[in-house]
């Protein structure tokens, strides 16, 4: 923790399959079993008729691009991200998944050239080369001491916490959940002997005891909590009630101190509940999209890299800071002032209805509530 307090980084959904995946020194097969698209390498050409050549093969710290600086810039204690791609070599595609996300495990020094605390798994693609793809990306990360979330090898290694320290007598705990309306079977849910994720169908009052009774199960004195959700639809910027009360209830009855959502394809609202951050949708941190046409009033290739600081104490937001990024050449890159704008007022906008804004400054956003 530094003087002030603990300062997390956060980032939405990481896709680092398919075309990233195949710009890596290490590309995995190209083949696709999409309706559209049955080659990774289209991906590829999509972005460079897009924005211009892509060096072949990469660096690994390539796809972080500017976001390295930034990283340095803030230096956060902890980083972590929602990592939506199986990490194998596994070639049991699931047949009733039209999209399949993949990166070959010897290109997960991607992960590492961004020093990554912490990979949520409890997502609608991390199963999408089935079992065997995900007990790989386990073992994968696992090596590369990279802590989990929100996945394991049976159900109850999938409801444990990543537990990161968070300075000195400090512990951080990471809760990862992924619900039913984020796309992700019920078949995926762990098993009590075999591999899945932490499944929730709903945002009933049953789903929020079984979070409430996980944190109590493990939580210390003194812990901070993050609870990670990848629930919701790809596009739109409604917010269901129901996601709002279930975060509501996760901070008053659960106790976190953070709701890290993701699923959307874009950045959604920001609010503050009683001191504690609540992030409805954190956008793609890293996508393969250039190109690809529909949607583009969303503008999902503007995203965030989400800073927030906590009282390491009192357990409530410090401030929140919002880098603005774009993605561009398969890697992330400062968006102009415009974009940046164009974020700002989407931000205000829709944080409107939770009372928080933003103010710009120094090329980031700061959150007003």
Same mark, same amino acid.
């Given at each position: 923790m530094t003087g002030k307090g603990l300062k997390l980084f956060l980032g939405g959904d990481l896709m680092t399959g398919r075309g990233i995946d195949q710009i890596l020194p290490h590309p995995s097969p190209p083949d696709l079993y999409e309706r559209w698209v049955q080659h990774a390498e289209d991906y590829v050409t999509l972005a460079v008729r897009r924005n211009g050549p892509i060096p072949r093969p990469v660096p690994f710290h390539y796809i972080w691009g500017d976001a390295l600086a930034e990283l340095e810039r803030q230096r956060p204690q902890l980083r972590l991200v929602n990592l939506e791609t199986s990490v194998t070599r596994s070639a049991r595609y699931q047949p009733d998944k039209g999209i399949h996300y993949r990166m070959n495990p010897a290109n997960v020094p991607c992960l590492t050239a961004a020093a990554i605390d912490c990979c949520v798994l409890a997502n609608n693609h991390v199963l999408d080369w089935g079992e065997d793809g995900l007990v790989e990306t386990l073992d994968v990360l696992e090596r590369s001491s990279i802590a989990v979330a929100g996945a394991g090898r049976s159900a109850e290694a999938a409801s444990q916490p990543a537990i990161l320290a968070a300075g000195p007598a400090g512990r951080l705990l990471v809760f990862a959940f992924g619900l039913a309306s984020s796309g992700i079977p019920a078949t995926w849910a762990a098993k009590h002997e075999?591999?899945?994720?932490?499944?929730?169908?709903?945002?009933?009052?049953?789903?929020?005891?079984?979070?409430?009774?996980?944190?109590?199960?493990?939580?210390?004195?003194?812990?901070?909590?993050?609870?990670?959700?990848?629930?919701?639809?790809?596009?739109?910027?409604?917010?269901?009630?129901? +996601?709002?009360?279930?975060? +509501?209830?996760?901070?008053?009855?659960?106790?976190?101190?953070?709701?890290?959502?993701?699923?959307?394809?874009?950045?959604?609202?920001?609010?503050?509940?009683?001191?504690?951050?609540?992030?409805?949708?954190?956008?793609?941190?890293?996508?393969?999209?250039?190109?690809?046409?529909?949607?583009?009033?969303?503008?999902?290739?503007?995203?965030?890299?989400?800073?927030?600081?906590?009282?390491?104490?009192?357990?409530?937001?410090?401030?929140?800071?919002?880098?603005?990024?774009?993605?561009?050449?398969?890697?992330?890159? +400062?968006?102009?002032?415009?974009?940046?704008?164009?974020?700002?007022?989407?931000?205000?906008?829709?944080?409107?209805?939770?009372?928080?804004?933003?103010?710009?400054?120094?090329?980031?956003? +700061?959150?007003?509530?």
């Open positions: 075999g591999p899945g994720i932490n499944h929730l169908p709903d945002c009933s009052t049953a789903g929020a005891e079984r979070v409430v009774a996980a944190v109590n199960a493990h939580r210390r004195e003194g812990d901070l909590v993050l609870v990670s959700i990848h629930w919701g639809g790809n596009w739109g910027y409604d917010i269901p009630p129901e +996601h709002v009360e279930f975060a +509501h209830r996760l901070v008053d009855e659960a106790g976190a101190n953070v709701v890290h959502g993701h699923s959307s394809h874009h950045p959604m609202a920001v609010e503050v509940y009683r001191g504690r951050p609540v992030l409805y949708g954190c956008g793609d941190l890293l996508n393969d999209y250039e190109g690809i046409r529909g949607y583009e009033a969303f503008r999902s290739e503007l995203t965030f890299m989400y800073f927030p600081m906590l009282d390491p104490t009192k357990g409530s937001l410090l401030e929140l800071v919002l880098t603005p990024m774009q993605i561009r050449r398969l890697r992330l890159e +400062h968006c102009s002032e415009e974009d940046a704008r164009w974020l700002a007022e989407r931000m205000r906008e829709q944080g409107s209805r939770f009372g928080t804004g933003v103010r710009e400054r120094g090329g980031r956003l +700061h959150l007003e509530w």
